[in-house]
């Protein structure tokens, strides 16, 4: 009979950020600084390829940096285990090895893609992104969560793994649709309601323009947010102690909107934009935010031109869709709620009775 | 523009380990103990689940532990993407949350693909495993490494994951064909040469009860392996000081042999056995082993009736294999060689030549 405790050593990971404008064309030595990566894969989707591949490529070559690329179709569907799996078989085509690296140029969707391709690619290599929509500049890309939907709902399965690098050219949104745009505003508000007050002032100063889109309000916001994110993420890199759930405030009800309509026609900020309405009600009758406060977040959800009202779907359904998330337990579904600008609590148990009538404020369907 | 540097913290990750006849009754008391976990998915195989599953959910029940459990095919097929991937929306399917754990309860397959599912299902829950193959029991199960193959090759994606705990109960070894059995008993001989002298001079007085499949000395060669291989990945868990290369003496060549054959009609054990019989030859021309300490290898593979002679497969189809290896890089193949029993050296490039003269001498064909 042997009876052992094995204690694993702790690891040390590092991620270097870089914020600037036209850092798009330097992405070649970022990625040597970062990574010291002499052969790259370039993950990106066609609407970013036709953009910026040939750019991005110029600069790696220039480095001295060996690239092949790998273009998946755009939107969320690229998120699939079957195309993580397409990702590992191009990874062993171009042989790529252990001290080789990944670049995720594009939005979220190739950055959760790609990140947990190469999280798991020979159990683990480096990965760069280079974040090209306003929602993964101000929050996917830091922080270092990578993952696929499953039919069965989003981001079912995934990885932590930290990026070496994340590095952000504003001058990317420049190109970005404007709705697209405005709806990455959302993850800035929520980040001010839930981490950051200041962040949070700071965006009511700018909203005009952040609203139209200039390039160093946007890019303030971008490196405001960052900064937030990271300090919470490095108190709690694996949601394990709590203190990163504060950065699921909207999310709760963002998700279940976005499911309950099959991910058409809802982006995801503008569904987290409905979701911290919800739950700034919720947080007025139940977590004693101020009437004050919490119009303070509609209003600058109204100015950043971020949508008012729940679309058409019947409350059932939402709260159907809620039950599904990760972020449930057999009790129920945990909310995070604000008592103060910048202060989300832990997440609590919230009875469906009160988040319908929440949505009926906010103008849902019964 | 903004340049920060993240550092994310350390994590502690505990394994509780423990070797016990008649310890897969208690499966249910070890679960909680290793996990906490309330509510498990138990995946095993066809072979296995006929042999011990409802001994394993009567124990887990009898516990107070919920038990939904998936069954895959035997075989090294079940270790595909598709398969994680229908594992994905099982673990979907029962609602299975964070708290919750995974059962591995198999031999090395099952360990390898249901441990990769708990790694990346919710960004990772806890799992436990039950290794029911020698070859499990003595190296596969301890070391957190998992994965799926591609059609490009062995567990070319997968991650480190370590078990929240390890139940080994000598006597599932009894329903073992002596076949396995036997090649399990390669990396008992692995272990030895590479890290630990005492536990092949431990080996060499047990050789005959070992080829008999005696329960003590198999306990006795399970208990001792763990101890020598978490000794080395203590020290290195994701193989990046090189102190856990150490493990794969044996396995540069044994894994070319598997694939070269297609997986067929040679056991994992009995190609590193082969693969160890031309890594000390290599040892003794390169790095210095004495004639004497590689006798003293072979003859112990010997007595544990171990394979002798190359299969007939074109030393050429081999090398090739060799280049595909993860432990590849740009300049060519690396292997661990031995230049005295019990310190595996750190991986050095040979030349396909030498290769192929150590080949000849352990019987290869040309």
Known sequence: VADLILRYPPRAVRSRVHVAPGSLSQVGAFVLRASGARRVVVVTDRRVAGLYLARVRRSLRAAGVMVDAVVVPSGERAKSPARLAALWDAFAGFGLGRRDAVVALGGGVVGDLAGFAAATWLRGVPWIVVPTTLLAQVDSSVGGKTAVDLAAGKNLSGAFHQPAGVLVDPETLDTLPRWQR?????????????????????????????????????????????????????????????????????????????????????????????????????????????PESRARQDALLDRLGLPRRLPPVPIARVIEAMAHDKKRDARGVRWVLTPRIGHASVPRLIQHGLVTAACREVGARV
């Open 182 to 290: 405005r709806a990455g505003l959302a993850e800035v508000v929520k980040m001010g309601m839930a981490i950051d007050a200041s962040l949070f002032r700071w965006a009511e100063t700018q909203a005009e323009g952040l609203a139209r889109g200039q390039t160093d309000a946007l890019a303030g916001a971008v490196t405001r947010s960052i900064r937030a994110k990271a300090r919470v993420v490095l108190a709690d890199e694996r949601e394990e102690t709590g203190a990163r759930t504060a950065l699921n405030y909207g999310h709760t009800l963002g998700h279940a909107l976005e499911a309950a309509r099959g991910y058409r026609g809802l982006l995801h900020g503008e569904a987290v934009a409905l979701g911290m309405r919800v739950a700034a009600s919720l947080s007025e009758r139940l977590a004693g935010l101020s």
